[in-house]
């Protein structure tokens, strides 16, 4: 049993959602974001993970772009991560990977896995990468103990529904709304139907990310899904913790907000 | 599936049976060429991938759908493009006779609108009612806020916002055409990021919109349909030149940024074993200085914009932004297809530096009375070198692939013809001021006079 299906399955004891955190290495800097993902293990995260800042990223909205353009600019190099994903798992933490693929390809698949799992890593998803095209990643996943955890999204078929989850380890990633990361004043209706379509053709817990920024769309995720995915809201409060001298108070204020949010299913 | 196959299979997925050849012979791996092509797209978008292969590929066999767009092509683009002989402007190559395939005389000015036709009518045939795109030079741009005009289509346009400082010309005429032009100030603001803006605003309206890729990159089906849509560049200039010259070119070239107008003149002679097949992509100030766009000179295989290519990328996979004075070249990326066709030998790709296109560009204007895009002075430059290397009687096709008035500004600048100093200035070529043209080359009847 990996960690990922540990979480899982204590969450399911505990009646309640897994609050899955994202936020990208390397923002505001390399130690500060260290110290942010470790904040976000003590403030209720159950899963972290770390997004590895890419000059592409097609499928985030502004305010992850400019995370990760600041990150980029402040000389983030992507073996950076692994001392992120060590310090979420020296907490206690669990972490996953977000990454797009040509880093990862550039990195080597193959030791990229090593290295995530030599770190304590559990998983890597990827936004850009489909199972059609990830045969290398699953191996390499496989040889080191990795969850490849892939997207669904409410454009998807049913067959691929069951290909991409058969694909899957630790979680399914649920895109709830089609479109770009950022958060959104309501979750999408499409998100709850999307979740049960993908029951239909899984056992895997699936969590529900794009859109959720409070602590109430948290619990109305939680309603329906296994784990609520929280990116753009967690990194506007880091930078506004930054630039008001707050520090992480936000972030973690935030965060226990949020981990309110997935219990009150 | 032996690369072998895999090969053929990109050679040979011709005409109107392309689409089929290759969503049935590549299964598992839908658009590959070779080690190259792929859809590394997110999952939201591949139910619309499977979609327009699947309209395009019906399409494709569809004679009223293949009539309608020759009809097009017959009436509204102007096709067939004459072939010109230039042998003022090949005397400065080494005795080569030397003709251009006249895309620059097609209506909008550029090849674009071989692809952005079928694409619009694509587009109405799956139902979908606006159309986004990304543009860098502006000519895609205006091609298809063109064909949304005719079709009755919403158009939204993605440009770089250095691009629209520098295609300025081009931003007013999408606007007179009724197009919304959005500027992209992310990253290096050039094409590159215009794409990725046109695949967010894809992601998130892909229900009713159709992103009408400019060129022979992204995911599956793209690059192969663009292909297929450019293939009657190619076709046309074999069946004219054969009549000019009764046999084959020796040496075919054009410009390559993403490589749709190469793609398109190569394809037809790409199982013709004598004629070389050769890609100039943007040098900029030189590979060595880092600012140029020659992914085959210094980029790596990765993965951009969909599609695994070769990318300029640093040791991280960041991409690295390129450059180039051609708008329509600066992109650190290029399509798939070419990746294969360089790697196995096929295709040639060298790269021209500013300065050479700029003196193409002058010579051409000056010998022939052409003002060609600055993309397709990279395409007469390098002919220019390969039939001063080749010899006299060499028979070079090359791809005029857009008009030059875009680029009249930037030409104007380069060549310190504007403002002030542009009443004391006599022209390109003239020695007083500015890069100019090879001295070394300068046509007997005098470029300077």
Redo the contacts between chains.
Sequence with gaps: MTALDTVFSTCREEERAALVTYLPAGFPDVAASREAMVALVESGADIVEVGVPYTDPLMDGPVIQDAADRALAQGFRVRDLLGNVEAISSAGGVAVVMSYWNPILRYGPEAFARDLAAAGGSGLITPDLIPDEAADWRAAAQTHGLAPIFLVAPSSTDERLALTTAACRGFVYAASTMGVTGTRTSVGSGAAELVSRTRAVTDLPISVGLGVSTREQAAEVASFADGVIVGSALVRALGEGAASGAGLAPLRALTAELAEGVRRR | MTQQDTEQNAGQDTGQNAGQDTGQQHA??PGRFGDFG???????????LDELDAARTSAMTDPEFTAELARLHRDYTGRPTPLTEVPRFAAHAGGARIFLKREDLTHTGSHKINNVLGQALLTVRMGKKRVIAETGAGQHGVATATAAALMGLECTVYMGEKDTRRQALNVARMRLLGAEVIPVR??SSTL?DAI?EA??DW?????DTHYLLGTVTGPHPFPTMVRDFHRIIGDEAHDQLQAVTGGLPDIVCACVGGGSNAMGIFQRFRDEPSVRLVGFEAGGEGVDTGKHAARFSSG?P?????AATY?L?D?????LESHSVSAGLDYPSVGPEHSHLRDTGRAEYHPINDDEAMDAFALLCRTEGILPAIESAHALAGALQLGRDAGPDTVILVNLSGRGDKDVETAAQWFGLTGEDAVQAEAPGDDADGPTPDQAHAPSEGIES
């Excluded at chain 2, 990765?302 to 969909?306: A, E, I, T």
């Excluded at chain 2, 040791?315 to 991409?319: A, I, L, S, V, Y």
Aim: proline share 3%.
């Design positions: 598992e791996h792929g859809r590394f797209v997110p999952e939201a978008l591949i139910a619309a992310h990253g590159k990725n695949l967010r992601v998130t309206n892909v229900e790596e990765g993965v951009l914009h969909g990318v990328q040791e991280d996979g960041q991409t």
